[in-house]
T-cell receptor
Framework: SQKIEQNSEALNIQEGKTATLTCNYT??????LQWYRQDPGRGPVFLLL?????KEKRKERLKVTFDTTLKQSLFHITASQPADSATYLC???????????FGTGTQLKVEL | DARVTQTPRHKVTEMGQEVTMRCQPI?????VFWYRQTMMQGLELLAY????????DSGMPKDRFSAEMPDATLATLKIQPSEPRDSAVYFC???????????FGPGTRLTVL
């Protein structure tokens, strides 16, 4: 069966450290993968996209890697801040027409 | 600052009642998505449209749910009759065909008693 798995347990880290979130998938061959941020009571907000032929993508303090052999993406936030506290969702392109399938998300809490 | 808008933001209703949720996509976006989010299932795609035509509604319970786009500026999601298991947050998102990013609205929190 098809699955997208993210750490269901919350990730607590100290301010200034690097947060690393994992997205594993099975039985998909996505053309690209995206990461979204969701704050309580709000809709998800797009952060980064990485394509199947790309290994790594960066944007400011964010870095995403994509290993199609391992079927895994890692999402890193360097020099984390309390304002980075949110739920982070990975999403796979799973069909034509921009169709996405989302993981269940990982809640990140950055503590002072 | 272009945004997707959704109304109502909150809806409490009784089982058996009809519920209509509305979405205004970002002007110029021709792809519209409806999602449902629950703690147990996460964010699930219900249906999506391109140029107002339904492309995929396989995620939607057909017997009680219906989605339409009466015009390019309005998408609707109806539940009739509603059931307690429909309680969730319903999100609308829009995008551009050929583009990759989806822009989400603030959601409608539905509670069916």
């Amino acid at each position: 069966s098809q699955k997208i798995e993210q750490n269901s347990e919350a990730l607590n880290i100290q301010e200034g450290k690097t947060a690393t979130l994992t997205c594993n998938y099975t039985n998909y061959s996505p053309a690209y993968l995206q990461w979204y941020r969701q704050d309580p009571g709000r809709g998800p907000v797009f952060l980064l996209l990485i394509r199947e032929n790309e290994k790594e993508k960066r944007k400011e303090r964010l870095k995403v890697t994509f290993d199609t052999t391992l079927k895994q993406s890692l999402f890193h936030i360097t020099a984390s801040q309390p304002a980075d506290s949110a739920t982070y969702l990975c999403a796979l392109a799973t069909g034509g027409g921009n169709k996405l399938t989302f993981g269940t998300g990982t809640q990140l809490k950055v503590e002072l | 600052d272009a945004r997707v808008t959704q109304t109502p933001r909150h809806k409490v209703t009784e089982m058996g009642q009809e519920v209509t949720m509305r979405c205004q996509p970002i002007l110029g976006h021709n792809t519209v998505f409806w999602y449902r989010q629950t703690m147990m299932q996460g964010l699930e795609l219900l249906a999506y449209f391109r140029n107002r035509a339904p492309l995929d509604d396989s995620g939607m319970p057909k017997d009680r749910f219906s989605a339409e786009m009466p015009d390019a500026t309005l998408a609707t999601l109806k539940i009739q009759p509603s059931e307690p298991r429909d309680s969730a947050v319903y999100f609308c998102a829009s995008g551009i065909a050929g583009g990759d990013t989806q822009y989400f609205g603030p959601g409608t929190r539905l509670t069916v008693l």
